[in-house]
């Protein structure tokens, strides 16, 4: 599959769409091989290192990214805020907190991405929010 550039709200969406069915060839069309993924618990680069973050670090919860709000794109680069809602599948931490399972929990993000030439995410920072 080729790569996809993010350049609307609705790529956006769909971006999102891929990660909450957990569609790894689709999500990596729109990132690129070198992305460096500076999440909430810790900072990744590339897809191998991405998706164990994403399947082994996360593996208590079902995380799921609500609809991208106010998103504003900039030259080579987007923000963007975003529900997100998670459910824990087995007792985990999050943050240093530990949830049984069957927990649900919902907090918002702010994402700051960073685009390579093609379009494609070159690098994201997570910066969440706790109520």
Known sequence: MGKKP????ADFEAFFAAYNDRNWDAL??????????NASEQCVQGRQAMEAYWLVCHKAIKETLGAPQKVVFGEGMAYLQVPI????LEDGLFFG?????GSVISFWC??????????TIKECRVYSKFD
Do not use: H, L, N
């Not at 993010?6 to 709200?9: P, S």
């Not at 990596?28 to 993924?37: A, I």
């Not at 907190?97 to 399972?101: L, N, Q, V």
């Open 6 to 9: 993010i350049r609307t709200v």
């Open 28 to 37: 990596f069309q729109y990132v690129s091989d070198d992305c460096v993924w």
């Open 85 to 88: 809602t998670m459910e824990f």
């Open 97 to 101: 907190k530990a949830y049984p399972k």
């Open 110 to 119: 702010a994402d700051a991405y960073t685009f390579a030439p093609d379009g």
